[in-house]
């Protein structure tokens, strides 16, 4: 049972935007009482996130997160936000799921004793993913599919295009929240998402046209050029677009590839074959999960080069985001390959920032840990790399330089960003 005299405190309000840091306390408790601080999260999937954290109050009978040192759990020493990131998932191998950003995330924090393990207090954090004002829009455009988000006010904002994984599906959580800091973003679907086919045969450039059109024809948009976010298997696409298409401006590329992979892409008369992968470079372990990160071939090589995107021929501004323990291919080798390539042909407006111990899927800030999950287009449980608190770091650091960049390339002099920024 809860005891009265003692609180737990989230600051500077218990409902926040979900990327947003909050001060836990708990107030109330004897002097130097020992606690266990624990967190849980129900993903969309219905699937428990958890952590857990032990502490020692002061002599006010104070525990301020923010102030104190986790001495055991499921992280150690003064981490504010370490109840958020740390939380994995009571099933192996899942990933946090949000299919609707409508409804907040609802994390609880609760104090036990540290001696007997009683509940002596609780409060929930709500994790909100919309701006008031801000429109959500369900789109089906002809063949396109996906979701629009208009930030509030009269704009016009920049915009970016938003695209997810081979996993399928869109981005709403990460969408939302950068719609949130002033753009027009649509996050768009191109694989296993409503009547789109779960296993095409190969990838059409001609729709992921038709979505950049229908982007810069919104009476929202700033224009004239647009910005794409990609992760992983599309970050070929992006790069794809940025080489192939008119009107984009700059390019976010998260742990990507710079060769087309898993299915051939089609654009008018051309075809990119999928880059096949080396077998016998797959490694195999006793717990199940296979690395398979040297399992993708260099695309320079002359057997290679029909499946190597020609981002000599793009002229936007380029961030590849790479992570030095990504485990599902070499994103580093391949962004270095890009990034040089793009400097032969005379272009230097080329990012590359890399990230040691983080992992594969590099997303918003405090969006759960996922160092291992079921490969789509593998069709197994592989390793994605990383640690814990180095990928949360890189989270964080990552949705700045994101926000900077599209702010710095697809704003003009005259345009004004949105006041959420």
Not at 6 to 21: E, N
């Amino acid at each position: 049972m809860a005891h009265s005299q003692i609180r737990v405190k989230i600051l500077p309000s218990f409902r926040c935007l979900f990327d947003k840091a909050v001060q836990v306390k708990v107030e109330g408790l004897a002097p130097h009482k020992r606690i266990q601080l624990r967190s849980k999260v129900v993903d969309d999937r219905g699937i428990n996130f958890t952590a857990s954290a032990q502490y020692k109050a002061d002599e006010t009978g104070l525990v301020d997160v923010c102030r104190a040192a986790s001495v055991g759990g499921s992280y150690t020493g003064v981490e504010p936000m370490g109840l958020f990131w740390a939380m994995a998932p009571e099933t192996p191998h899942s990933k946090f799921l949000k299919d609707n950003v409508l409804s907040p995330t609802l994390v609880e924090i609760q104090a036990l004793s540290g001696d007997t393990g009683e509940l002596l207090a609780a409060e929930t954090n709500e994790r909100v993913y919309m701006t008031e004002g801000m429109r959500r829009i369900q789109v089906r455009e002809g063949r396109i599919r996906g979701v629009l988000f208009i930030p509030p006010g009269k704009g016009p904002f920049p915009a970016v295009l938003d695209l997810y994984a081979f996993r399928g599906g869109v981005s709403e959580t990460r969408a939302s929240l950068l719609a949130g800091k002033g753009f027009v973003v649509l996050a768009l679907a191109y694989i296993r998402y409503q009547d789109l086919p779960k296993n095409p045969e190969n990838l059409d450039l001609e729709y992921f046209e038709e979505a950049a059109s229908f982007l810069r024809r919104q009476p929202q948009v700033l224009g004239p050029g647009i910005g794409i976010i990609s992760v992983s298997h599309s970050g070929a696409l992006a790069l794809s677009m940025a080489s192939f298409l008119p009107g984009i401006s700059a390019t976010v590329c998260i742990n990507g590839c710079n060769a087309n992979t898993v299915i051939p892409l089609h654009y008018k008369d051309i075809v990119m074959p999928a880059l096949l992968p080396v077998i016998e470079n797959i490694k195999f372990s006793d717990s199940g999960i296979i690395d398979i990160r040297d399992a993708t071939p260099d695309a320079t090589l002359v057997e290679n080069r029909e499946s190597l995107i020609p981002i000599e021929h793009a002229s936007c501004h380029f961030l590849f985001a790479v992570s030095a323990d990504d485990r599902n291919w070499n994103s580093s080798f391949f962004a270095s390959q890009a990034a040089a390539t793009l400097r032969q042909h005379g272009k230097e407006s080329v990012e590359v920032v890399e990230y040691p111990k983080a992992g594969h899927l590099l997303e918003v800030p405090y969006l759960q840990f996922y160092p291992s999950g079921f490969h789509a287009a593998v069709g197994h449980v592989v390793a994605f790399g990383g640690e814990p608190k180095a990928h949360s770091d890189a989270q964080l650091d990552l949705w700045e330089r994101v926000q900077m960049f599209f702010k710095k390339h697809l704003c003009t002099k005259n345009a004004s960003m949105s006041s959420a920024l």
